[in-house]
């Protein structure tokens, strides 16, 4: 079976609460409680909650354009 170029999708390495705890220089219970509010993007699977990268860093530059609370 060949695969055509266009129908090829590359999937990054998801993250997990410690990978991106350690990426905003936060503690893991924080990232796990923004996760929870639904304040941080996340995939659910199963019982896991992981992060992807490309995910957070847009969530991070919608931060930053938001004016201070």
Not at 19 to 48: F, K, Q
Request: glycine share 4%; aromatic share 4%; hydrophobic share 40%.
């Amino acid at each position: 079976m060949h695969t055509r170029a266009e129908d090829t999708v590359v999937v990054s390495r998801l993250l997990t609460a410690e990978d991106v705890a350690e990426m905003l220089g936060l503690d893991v219970a924080r990232v796990w409680r923004l996760s929870r509010c639904g304040e941080i993007p996340t995939i659910t699977i199963g019982r896991s909650r992981r992060y992807r990268r490309e995910a957070i860093l847009r969530w991070l530059e919608e931060m930053e354009s938001q004016p201070s609370r």
